[in-house]
């Protein structure tokens, strides 16, 4: 199978190439910069360049698409030109091409007004209800990306939640770098119970839905490992990891919950290109269960995770452990603030 690959240069995106490869698969990618994934041949452009779609869209029987403006700050119309129109773009070339089928990579975030979540399924996604650009411009189009599902042009969604994994610089080294500094705190002692998703694992899910269209296609399905601990333990796993302290001081949740909105908005009102520090999203998601019940995205995909969450965290280790003689580590060069970037 043919198949295209959005996004590949990314961390979820390039492992998902790299599977397909070693698959057999014949995969292409597009996305901004050379991929660096073996195997694959590179079209390098932007979902917003029509032309450059139809040239990476020739010949494809199979498109999974990750490709998308991730942050938690930035201009609104940016967000909907990248994630909305430029997913709009690619279902359009994609029918236009005779693609067959199409996996829109999304985030349980589409379907978070910020409750705590607590064993739920894939609810619908809710542009109005989501907080933050990212996650209402990502709802719009996982709506668009489902109206386009019909005989002949299978489209399912995917949505995996709190992808990380060695060589994650959007969670795994920020928190490092937050961490080295001491400027990592839990939010109301860290207690809130969440699920995350091995690299490999979400990688893995998305690969079994474009295989199991005939099950998926016109819905929506939530990806996680289904090992739900508390938001402090996994930070201290992360940071035992890295060879940094865990975070030992504690905000209430309220507090950073207030504060991260109003940063928020000044941040955006200065025109900051940087992440702050906190956001009114992230804290929520530090600060509130959100955990899934697994049974039916197994069900669907045929699929269960194969590297559980402690394993990961061994892997991390051996990775960090591996690159701790090549002079400073990249996490103490990166800046301290946070950003969704792993499908949070």
Request: net charge neutral; charged share 20%; aromatic share 4%.
């Amino acid at each position: 199978m043919r198949v295209l690959v959005t996004g590949a240069s990314g961390l979820l995106g390039g492992e998902v190439a790299r599977l397909l490869v070693r698959q057999g698969h014949d995969v292409a990618t597009f996305q901004r910069r050379p991929s660096g994934v073996d195997g694959a041949t590179d079209f390098c452009g932007s979902v917003t360049d029509e032309e450059a779609l139809r040239g990476a869209v020739e010949g494809a029987e199979g498109i999974i698409h990750l490709a998308a403006k991730v942050s938690f700050t930035g201009r609104a119309a940016e967000f909907d030109e990248v994630n909305v129109e430029g997913t709009r773009r690619l279902l359009q070339a994609a029918r236009a091409a005779g693609v067959q089928d199409v996996v829109f990579v999304s985030s349980p975030s589409v379907a978070n007004s910020g409750a705590a979540i607590a064993g739920l399924g894939a609810e619908p996604a809710d542009p109005k209800r989501a907080h933050g650009d990212y996650s209402r411009t990502k709802a719009e189009a996982e709506l668009l990306a489902l109206a386009a599902d019909a005989p002949g042009f299978q489209v399912a969604v995917v949505r995996p939640h709190i992808v990380w994994g060695p060589g994650d610089t959007q969670l795994v080294e920020r928190v490092l770098a937050r961490a080295s500094r001491r400027r990592l705190p839990l939010l109301d002692a860290g207690a809130a119970l969440i699920d995350t998703t091995y690299v490999d694992n979400a990688a893995a899910a998305i690969v079994a839905a474009l295989h199991r269209m005939e099950h998926v296609h016109g819905r929506a399905v939530v990806v996680s490992n289904g090992e739900p601990r508390p938001v402090g333990e996994l930070l201290a796993g992360i940071c035992a990891a890295g060879g940094v302290p865990a975070p030992s001081w504690s905000v209430p949740g309220a507090v950073a919950r207030a504060a991260g909105a109003v940063v928020e908005k000044l941040w955006t009102r200065a025109g900051r290109q940087e992440e702050p520090p906190m956001t009114r999203f992230l804290a929520e998601q530090l600060s509130n269960a959100h955990w899934f019940d697994q049974r039916e995205t197994r069900e669907l995909l045929n699929w269960t995770p194969a590297v559980s969450i402690d394993e990961g965290l061994a892997r991390l280790a051996d990775h960090y452990r591996s690159h701790s003689g090549a002079g400073a580590r990249v996490y103490n060069r990166l800046p301290m603030s946070s950003n969704g970037a792993s499908n949070i």
